[in-house]
């Protein structure tokens, strides 16, 4: 099956630093990419639709230039936390989609707990 | 925007009870999507549905998509314990973005 990666799965950072976290998908090429943010006991919120080659699309509220999108290849997406804060703390989720039919299915990561002190 | 209502929001069942919980849509999706998340990691998809009024199972589980494509329910029968967690409904749109209902947390009493 379609497989999704992400790295670092969880990672505790200070107030003001920047923070990578890496999408991969393992078994497929993914045109186009998804980042989610999920609040403890909620649901996932979409941030950001990534496009191999191509700059991201971003949802409405949600800060461009806070949170870096880059699709570099059709295997990876990074998303950076630039200055972080506090309240940046969520679990952070990324998808692929799987082009290998018009149903275009979409598989999730593991996610990325970060944690801002 | 488009939202999903999902319900119940949380479900106590006893083990081998059998589960049902649905979603409502503002519009229209084209496809219904039932997802399972357990707690620290990403959603798991378990069933998809493309067409209006397409009923599909995939072991204990059955999803069916509305007629008028503005809801779908999901069903699980015979509960055990690992079907503990968090189930989100979602719909995805013309622009292929996938909108996530609220969840519905399943409790199973030992």
């Known amino acids: 099956g379609a497989v999704v990666s992400q790295h670092p799965s969880w990672v505790i950072c200070k107030s003001g630093t920047s923070v990578k976290i890496e999408c991969r998908s393992l078994?497929?090429?993914?045109?186009?990419m998804f980042w989610y943010r999920q609040f403890p006991k909620q649901s996932l919120m979409l941030m950001a639709t990534s496009n191999e080659g191509s700059k991201a699309t971003y949802e409405q509220g949600v800060e461009k230039d806070k949170f870096l999108i880059n699709h570099a290849s059709l295997t990876l997406s990074t998303l950076t936390v630039t200055s972080a804060h506090p309240e940046d703390s969520s679990f952070y989720i990324c998808?692929?989609?799987?082009?290998?039919?018009?149903?275009?299915?979409?598989?999730f990561g593991p996610g990325t707990r970060l944690t801002v002190l | 925007g488009q939202q999903l209502n999902q319900s119940p929001q949380s479900m106590f069942i006893q083990e081998g009870e059998d589960v049902s919980m649905n979603c409502t849509s503002s519009s229209i999706f084209n496809t219904w999507l039932w997802y399972k998340q357990d707690p620290g990691e990403g959603p798991v998809l378990l069933i998809a549905?493309?067409?209006?009024?397409e009923l599909t199972s995939n072991g204990r589980l059955t999803a069916q998509f509305g007629i008028t494509r503005k809801d779908s329910f999901l069903n699980i029968s015979a509960s055990i314990p690992s079907d503990v967690g968090i189930y989100f409904c979602a719909g995805r749109d013309v622009d292929d973005k996938i909108i996530f209902g609220k969840g519905t947390r399943l409790h199973i009493l030992p």
């Open positions: 078994d497929f090429q993914a045109t186009t």
């Open positions: 998808s692929a989609g799987l082009p290998l039919s018009s149903y275009n299915e979409q598989f």
């Open positions: 549905l493309y067409k209006a009024g």
